[in-house]
């Protein structure tokens, strides 16, 4: 009966280990090792705070960004209403600036009567006629140059 | 360590000792087997089910949740494009939109759960501050609407300016109630009311066009609608920025009309005037036309009404005995008031055109050839046609006429004559041509199609009547438009009232330029006419369309209502004069149509050639066509009495000589104390103005004005300059012994200042048409 039992489980799996002893070494330079701690303590801290920067900035730039957005949104509106109320100022000016308001007002608030006609003369302009000398032997071509230094003035200033 | 393993093996020594269960091992293995594969059959089944319930709803009905997701995450909101603005052709606004705000209450949040007082007193508070600020509601209806609990929406008010829906804002915050809220909205606004109203039209509650260019274009000024859709939460508020997509509005565009604001003031007020002075029943109408381009540079309708309220019947006896009906009989009046009074006669009603149509005759028959300026005609005072007896409006008959005489008389004998020899065929191609036939393509709505006979139907009577102008009924804007063909060279414009739309940065998106009409008389044609016309008006009938310094020719007309006198057996009359300018170059005409006039008279040549003659006479210097004065126009010409007072006796004489007038010194003083007519006044050339020279005794210089009236131009002159008075003259011009004064402007008898000056207005007893 043992050995049945025996057959179904491997005993061998509960025998004593063996284990392998290990060579500990002694750490000569425990101060160095003791400012690596520090140093991960340090890391560890400046990661974090990194991040913890990073999510603030994050939302606050959400946080301006929604209030910079309500800003215009209220601007807007208020551009809306107050050109709601240029255009009906505008409205009203223009309804009181009738021709005929106008005409009424003038002949009878202010006693104007209309232009007569000899008061309107009328002009006619003509363009004179003009003269040109067209230059010739050393003068053209002074006047060639002038014009080309001219232009190249022109150019430089741009 | 070690004493930990050898518990172990302690342990699995004693449970070694302990015998197990009576099993085999194969049974056991396949046990368990089963079990698997019933769990994993079972497992199979659920995820199974789960993937075709899966396909079934992400598959087979992924258009229908997928709309129901944008539903429901979705919020779709208009972006209401701005409506065009409409300009006259100096860019002055005719109308253009504005923001506004609908009020809109929820009924449903002023009701309080349980507590029916405290929801009585909201729904009263309410009402007491709708009514209280906003004009024009019903306080019972407001209670009913706002007692409806179970709504959440009611429109209290459509456009409502931002100065009223501040002051509604104010008293609601300060009883502190809920459910109003302000829908942004659109109104349209016309600046100057009553101004070209069948020209631009108006707009509905929705600003969509129901007349004139704002229904004619309402594609171009209205724009394109935009949206912003955006994602929203479980309650219905905005997440803006977890998703949102905007789809910018297209506004509308503006269109340049090509109407003049400044013409168009002075058409319609002299219109008005004539309108009313002359109990005209039917409406009047007025057109001026660039003849060149068939540009209208004003059109008018009188009555016509405020843009502002175009729902408001403006007659005041139309309104009364629409008010006196009621029910569905009340309705169907009002609708068929509001649509008589926004009905634009211009291009929408028909018209006999009377003896005006006698200048497309004319024209037709000279450039047919069947007739030259040297044919005459004999007018007997009536012609029998095939039966039919057509007088003469003259009565005693012309005697011999020539072409131009015929056309100057407006001789009806005379122009049959001129039909007959065209014959039908001719005659009706010629009705073609000048395009009476169909409609003028004018961008306006509800042109009417012109009622005219054509070759087919058209006997030797017709063609007799409608040679002079009646039995063929068309529209005023087709009568300008042949006219205009008559007098440019022979040319048909093509009539229009935009010239460009533009976009909201004011670039041109498109320019209305009218393509050349074809030519329907010849320049020699055209050239005669305006000779003819502009001797018609100078000594003709057409005198009391005169205007001093200016070319002007015309034709008047006055036709009979024939349907009206058939069905009613009333004579009723349309009177009508057109006017083109200057003659020898014209660049304007101006015709004026009044339909039943009820007045001393109702010849065209009496009661519209003076409205013409007033539009031409403000016209004219407006479009800077320059003023030149013959030497008999010279005596009529006015001008304003210059500022004397203060200056020495010299200097006044001298200043009163260069303007044409003469001085007389009243007292031994040097220096001028006070004048009479006083400054400013305008007095024709060769009036006298008394100057005082010792105190102001002007006064007392008094005089007794004569009875002038019925007397010629000559003989009233001589009377009022021998009563000390002076003389002005307006109406007609014509010397002749059938021109007499019909008014004068201060009553006989009466005491006035002496140098004061009467005007009286001349009428030429001799126009018939």
Redesign the interface.
């Known amino acids: 009966m043992q050995d049945k039992n025996a057959q179904a489980y491997d005993l061998a799996r509960f025998e004593t280990a063996q284990f392998n002893t290990l060579r500990v070494v002694e750490n000569k330079n425990a101060a160095q090792e003791k400012r690596r701690q520090a140093l991960r303590w340090v890391e560890r801290v400046v990661s974090c705070a990194l991040i913890l920067a990073l999510t603030v900035s994050v939302l606050y730039s959400q946080t301006r960004k929604t209030a910079l957005s309500d800003e215009i949104t209220q601007l807007e509106q208020t551009l809306v209403e107050e050109q709601s109320v240029y255009d009906q100022l505008n409205y009203q000016l223009e309804s009181d600036a009738t021709l005929g308001n106008i005409e009424e007002y003038v002949s009878r608030e202010l006693g104007m009567v209309k232009t007569d006609k000899s008061q309107v003369t009328y002009v006619t302009l003509t363009e004179e006629n003009r003269l040109e000398i067209a230059e010739a032997g050393f003068a053209k071509y002074w006047s060639q140059m002038q014009a080309k230094l001219d232009e190249l003035l022109v150019y430089i200033r741009g | ?2 004493k930990k ?2 518990q ?2 302690q342990d ?1 020594a004693a449970r ?2 302990t ?2 269960a009576s099993h085999a091992p194969n049974s056991r293995i396949s046990e368990a087997r089963v079990r698997i594969c019933v769990l994993a059959g079972v497992f199979l089944l659920l995820v199974g089910v789960v993937v075709a319930r899966l396909w079934y709803l992400q598959v087979d009905q992924y258009e229908h949740y997928t709309q129901k997701v944008l539903n429901q995450q979705l919020r779709d909101t208009a972006i209401t494009a701005n409506r065009g603005t409409i300009y006259d052709c100096n860019m002055k ?1 005719l109308a ?5 705000w609908n009020i809109v209450v929820s009924p449903e949040a002023l009701y309080e759960k349980d507590d029916e007082e405290e929801t009585q007193k909201n729904i009263t508070s309410m009402a007491d501050a709708l009514c209280g600020v906003l004009e024009g509601l019903d306080r019972e209806t407001v209670l009913e609407k706002l007692s409806n609990h179970e709504s959440a929406y009611y429109m209290v008010k459509r456009q409502v ?3 009223t829906a501040d002051a509604l804002r104010a008293e609601i915050a300060a009883r502190k109630l809920p459910g109003v809220s302000y829908e ?1 909205s659109s109104k349209r ?1 016309y ?3 009553a ?1 070209a109203s069948n020209i631009i039209g108006f707009v509905g509650n929705d600003n969509q066009g129901l007349s004139g260019v704002e229904l004619y274009y309402d594609e171009e000024l209205s724009g394109t609608d935009g949206r912003v859709i955006s994602a929203k939460d479980g309650w219905g508020e905005d997440m ?2 977890e998703y949102s997509t905007s789809y910018p509005a297209t506004d509308g565009y503006s269109l340049v009309l090509t109407v003049d ?2 013409i168009q ?1 002075y058409l319609e ?1 002299y219109l008005e005037q004539a309108v009313t002075f002359h109990n005209v029943r039917e409406k009047g109408v007025g057109i001026v036309m660039d003849v060149e381009t068939g540009a209208i540079l004003a059109m008018a309708t009188i009555p016509d009404y405020d843009l502002n309220d175009p729902f408001t019947i403006v007659d005041s006896n139309v309104m009364a005995s629409v008010n006196a009906l009621s029910g569905d009989e009340r309705s169907n009046a009002l609708m068929i008031a509001r649509e008589a009074q926004w009905r634009n006669k211009a291009v929408s009603d028909l018209y006999e055109p009377g003896s005006v149509f006698k200048i497309v005759t004319a024209a037709s028959a000279l450039d047919s050839g069947v007739v030259s300026l040297k044919s005459s005609f004999n007018c007997a005072g009536a012609i029998t046609v095939e039966g039919v007896r057509m007088r003469c409006a003259h009565g005693a008959g012309h005697g011999v006429l020539s072409f131009g005489g015929a056309l100057l008389n407006s001789c009806n004998p005379s122009f049959i004559q001129i039909g007959q020899r065209m014959g039908i065929e001719s005659f009706c191609d010629y009705v073609n041509a000048f395009g009476l036939t169909q409609r003028t393509g004018i961008d306006l709505p509800g042109e009417s199609r012109s009622l005219v006979y054509t070759a087919k139907t058209m006997g030797p009577v017709e063609l007799a009547s409608c040679s002079f102008g009646q039995s063929n009924k068309i529209t005023p804007i087709q009568m300008i438009t042949a006219v205009a063909a008559s007098v440019n060279g022979g040319y048909l414009v093509h009539p229009h009232v935009v010239s460009k739309i533009v976009n909201a940065e004011g670039e041109i998106v498109q320019d209305l330029v009218a393509e050349p009409g074809r030519q329907v008389v010849s320049e020699d044609v055209s050239v005669a006419l305006r000779d003819i016309l502009e001797e018609t008006v100078s000594n003709g009938p057409g005198n009391m369309a005169y205007v ?2 200016y070319r002007v020719g015309g034709k008047s007309g006055t036709s009979q209502k024939l349907d009206k006198a058939q069905a009613e057996g009333q004579e009723v009359y349309i009177a009508s004069f057109v006017g083109v300018a200057p003659a020898d170059d014209p660049k304007i005409a101006v015709l004026v149509v009044l339909d039943e006039p009820d007045s001393y008279s109702y010849y065209g040549g009496q009661l519209s050639a003076p409205v013409v003659g007033s539009v031409m006479n403000d016209v004219l ?1 407006y479009l800077g066509v ?2 030149s ?1 013959s030497q008999s126009e010279m005596g009529s ?4 009495a210059p500022y004397c007072k203060g200056s020495s006796v010299t200097a006044a004489q001298v200043t009163l000589q260069k ?2 007038l003469s001085a007389t010194v009243i007292g031994g003083g040097t220096h001028v104390v006070a004048q009479f007519p006083t400054a ?1 006044t ?1 007095l024709r050339q060769g009036s006298t103005v008394l100057l005082y020279t010792e105190a102001d005794n002007s006064t007392t210089n008094l005089v007794t004005v004569p009875d002038v009236r019925g007397y010629t131009a000559g003989i009233a002159q001589q009377m009022l300059t021998a009563a000390g008075l002076n003389f002005s003259r307006t109406g007609s011009y014509r010397d002749a012994s059938s021109v007499v004064v019909d008014t004068q402007s201060v009553e006989p008898g009466v005491q006035v200042p002496a140098g004061s000056v009467v005007i009286v207005n001349f009428v030429d007893n001799s126009l018939i048409d």
Do not use: I, N, R
């Open positions: 360590m070690q393993m050898k172990q093996q699995t070694a000792d015998p197990p606004v253009s939109s504005a923001t506004v300016d931002k100065t942004q606004y600046p100057y009311g101004f803006a920025y604001e400044v003031h007020k001093l310094g210097p320059e003023a004065y010409v006015e001008v304003s303007k044409g400013g305008s």
